[in-house]
């Protein structure tokens, strides 16, 4: 079966960094998303990583290192509005999206 | 928004009836996917289809069938619904297998009691 592993919870102040981690045993590769998904509402897309290296995008920036099954979704600036459950999905050998459990990111003042 | 819509958003069911889901697009995407979510579990992979009347198993697919008879309608049915299929059902449609231009459905809460 696919493996995918990301914190439950993390907690930051407004305007600090938050880094959170995935790693992933998957029966083949073909690329890995972040998705972010507020309480009660559907996930929307935030990035895509194919290859090795770092993907910004506005203040959200996703790492791929694939020798290491590893990611990381950096969320710079952090506002009020980053307060969200963020998912790890890894597309496999079949095409078929696995998700991690998701991470909850809580933003204080 | 992409469109997409499901229905119904929520629905209370008893142990044992049978249940169906409807997710509709007017995007015209080949690729239609339905997911359950659930605490500590993420969201899991219950069928997929790649086109009119192309269907596939995901992960969870026990206890669920699905069909896809016109290219905007993707139906998940429990034929004999259970408690364990309390859950929140996603719908998602992708235009590629790539998944790069996903989008999901906000999402159908059912209760089995």
């Known amino acids: 079966g696919q493996n995918i592993d990301q914190p439950t919870e993390m907690t930051a102040t407004e305007g600090a960094i938050v880094q959170i981690n995935c790693t992933y045993q998957t029966s083949g590769f073909n690329g890995l998303f972040w998705y972010q998904q507020h309480a009660g509402e559907a996930p929307t897309f935030l990035s895509y990583n194919v290859l090795d290296g770092l993907e910004e995008k506005g203040r959200f920036s996703s790492f791929l290192s694939r020798s290491k099954g590893y990611s990381y979704l950096l969320l710079k600036e952090l506002q009020m509005k980053d307060s969200a459950s963020y998912l790890c999905a890894v597309l496999d050998n079949d095409y078929k999206l696995s998700f991690g459990a998701g991470t909850t990111v809580t933003v204080r003042a | 928004d992409a469109g997409i819509t499901q229905s119904p958003r929520h629905k209370v069911t008893e142990t044992g009836t049978p249940v169906t889901l409807r997710c509709h697009q007017t995007e015209n995407h080949r690729y239609m996917y339905w997911y359950r979510q659930d605490p500590g579990h993420g969201l899991r992979l219950i069928h997929y289809s790649y086109g009119v009347k192309d269907t596939d198993k995901g992960e969870v697919s026990d206890g669920y069938s699905v069909s896809r008879s016109k290219t905007e309608d993707f139906l998940l049915t429990l034929e004999s619904a259970t408690s364990s299929q309390t859950s929140v059902y996603f719908c998602?449609?992708?235009?590629?297998?790539?998944?790069?231009?996903?989008?999901f459905g906000q999402g159908t809460r059912l209760t089995v009691v």
């Open positions: 998602a449609i992708s235009d590629d297998r790539d998944n790069t231009e996903a989008f």
